[in-house]
């Protein structure tokens, strides 16, 4: 440092030890997983039998070919320990089986592995009982879940199987954000920025500025239906949210009779009691109207000017006019909702429509003062970057939050309010709390390896960028159109 009488210097030790005190006032942002015991474990993948008349006879021929070889004789050969229990093969424990089938494949003739159907009946159609052993890993662990055979899911099909996803491998410098060499934002703003800053003469900022809140994931917590829906389970889903700085959408009745009303929770009204937005203090930050009426709306942002008040509106036929109206009245935050198979709007599924809701904001000018939000057909991590992609700015979870804590759905599963969940018996607040901070950890960090594998540092970017995403059904007309008899594809 040079002074005006004298040149002091600095030494590398002390050097050194300012770096470090900078760099440990650093905050990164982390949630701390914590590997979670289940509650009420899911049926076994695989029912293995083994025919005790066939097994004993090849003991006998062992013992007969291998006398003195006890160590053969007694060996248990499967590798993940099938038939490790104190009476081997007599007693089989399918817990440990992956189908991997080489016991099978060794002794056709009394050994059988067949799929459980108890495993197999979990959920339905669409989230099916590998999206739901899926999450009950991630909610345990709070990891990315990694099998040694790949990739074992669809390439093409419907819903968001339609979508791929552009990994290119040119873009090294930031591959390692899980790892936290190289940082990767996974931080979205939920509000309005306004498209263009006004300044007077004096530099004096005269037009209106942002008004947003700052999450530090891409997704919010959203209310699970009524008849689920208990004061305990909103003050879990609000403890979560708190710790991973997101916010939870709950009833503003529930909120008010439980006192939940915090910064992460965000009050859910009736269009008729838009003006009981004035009641809600405890650092709450928004708001959002259960339905789109604009008188109410006015209501709730004249009853207290400092929320920010966010509507939501069902993907139901003729949404794009009430989408067009709300963008002219003001509305900051529209919260789409899609049934539980990410369809609306006469079977349309939501990939379709957020890119048009998306489309219109841009043919518009006003992308960045809306914030668009959906729940509904996001079930697995790898939904939740596509419909990012489609346009969001943030999902919103339910079924996934459920499936965490383990919860058994029945019923009609694609309705939002028609089916059933039964909880675990005797579980505590705090495990279900951090089963789905686990699901959220394991789900960012899914979140940045995609984005480490684009070559994009923060989750921002990534809205909207139809560039990093290839649709099947139209490489399939691009490549095979002109071949005759070709009556697949797209656009």
């Given amino acids: 440092m040079v002074g005006s009488d004298e040149v002091t210097t600095m030494t590398m030790a002390e050097f050194a030890k300012l770096s470090r005190?900078?760099?440990?006032?650093?905050?990164?942002?982390?949630?701390?997983?914590?590997?979670?015991v289940d509650r009420q474990a899911l049926p076994n993948r695989f029912i293995v039998k083994v025919g005790k008349i066939g097994l004993a006879k090849l003991i006998a021929?062992?013992?007969?070919?291998?006398?003195?070889?006890?160590?053969?004789?007694?060996?248990?050969?499967?590798?993940?320990?099938?038939?490790?229990?104190?009476?081997?093969?007599?007693?089989?424990?399918?817990?440990?089986?992956?189908?991997?089938?080489?016991?099978?494949?060794?002794?056709?003739?009394?050994?059988?592995?067949?799929?459980?159907?108890?495993?197999?009946?979990?959920?339905?159609?669409?989230l099916n009982s590998?999206?739901?052993?899926?999450?009950?890993?991630?909610?345990?662990?709070?990891?990315?879940?990694?099998?040694?055979?790949?990739?074992?899911?669809?390439?093409?099909?419907?819903?968001?199987?339609?979508?791929?996803?552009?990994?290119?491998?040119?873009?090294?410098?930031?591959?390692?954000?899980?790892?936290?060499?190289?940082?990767i934002s996974t931080a979205v703003d939920?509000?309005?920025?306004?498209?263009?800053?006004?300044?007077?003469?004096?530099?004096?900022?005269?037009?209106?500025?942002?008004?947003?809140?700052?999450?530090?994931?891409?997704?919010?917590?959203?209310v699970p239906p009524s008849r689920i829906l208990t004061p305990r389970l909103a003050t879990i889903w609000k403890e979560a949210a708190e710790q991973i700085d997101t916010l939870v959408m709950i009833p503003a009745d529930m909120v008010s009779s439980n006192n939940l009303a915090s910064r992460s929770v965000v009050p859910i009204i009736s269009a008729g009691n838009?003006?009981?937005?004035?009641?809600?203090?405890?650092?709450?930050?928004?708001?959002?109207?259960?339905?789109w009426h604009s008188e109410a709306f006015n209501a709730a942002c004249s009853a207290n000017p400092d929320l920010i008040v966010g509507v939501r509106l069902?993907?139901?036929?003729?949404?794009?006019?009430?989408?067009?109206?709300?963008?002219?009245?003001?509305?900051?935050?529209?919260?789409?909702?899609?049934?539980?198979?990410?369809?609306?709007?006469g079977g349309r599924f939501i990939m379709e429509m957020l890119l048009e809701a998306h489309e219109m904001l841009i043919a518009a000018g006003i992308r960045d003062k809306i914030t668009l939000l959906n729940s509904g057909g996001v079930v697995a991590a790898d939904h939740l970057p596509k419909a990012i992609i489609c346009g969001l700015d943030a999902v919103g979870l339910d079924q996934p939050l459920l499936v965490a804590i383990q919860a058994r759905l029945s019923g009609d599963l694609s309705s939002r309010d028609n089916y059933r969940a039964k909880l675990p018996r005797k579980f505590k607040d705090s495990w279900a709390i951090q089963r789905i901070v686990n699901l959220s950890c394991s789900w960012r960090d899914q979140m940045l390896e995609i984005l480490g594998a684009m070559g994009i540092r923060e989750v921002r970017r990534l809205r909207g960028e139809v560039g990093r995403a290839m649709w099947c059904s139209r490489l399939e007309a691009e490549a095979f159109a002109e071949i005759e008899g070709f009556t697949g594809g797209g656009e």
């Avoid at 021929?61 to 229990?85: A, I, L, M, N, Q």
């Fill in 61 to 126: 021929s062992e013992v007969f070919h291998y006398w003195g070889k006890w160590d053969v004789v007694f060996s248990r050969p499967c590798t993940y320990g099938v038939f490790s229990g104190p009476v081997g093969g007599f007693s089989p424990r399918p817990e440990m089986c992956v189908g991997c089938l080489r016991c099978t494949v060794q002794h056709p003739d009394f050994v059988k592995v067949k799929h459980n159907p108890a495993r197999v009946a979990l959920g339905d159609t669409y």
């Fill in 274 to 291: 838009a003006a009981s937005a004035e009641s809600f203090k405890s650092g709450t930050r928004m708001i959002e109207l259960e339905e």
């Fill in 190 to 222: 939920i509000g309005s920025k306004p498209m263009s800053l006004k300044f007077d003469d004096e530099g004096k900022l005269v037009s209106e500025g942002p008004n947003m809140i700052s999450i530090q994931v891409p997704f919010v917590f959203d």
């Fill in 21 to 36: 005190e900078r760099a440990d006032s650093y905050f990164r942002y982390h949630i701390d997983a914590k590997e979670t």
């Fill in 314 to 345: 069902p993907f139901l036929p003729g949404w794009q006019q009430q989408f067009e109206e709300m963008t002219r009245a003001g509305v900051s935050v529209i919260h789409f909702i899609a049934d539980n198979h990410g369809k609306g709007d």
């Fill in 130 to 183: 590998n999206i739901i052993s899926t999450i009950d890993e991630e909610a345990r662990k709070g990891t990315v879940p990694v099998r040694g055979q790949g990739y074992r899911g669809r390439f093409g099909g419907p819903g968001w199987d339609e979508m791929f996803t552009d990994m290119s491998e040119i873009v090294r410098p930031s591959r390692d954000g899980i790892h936290g060499r190289e940082l």
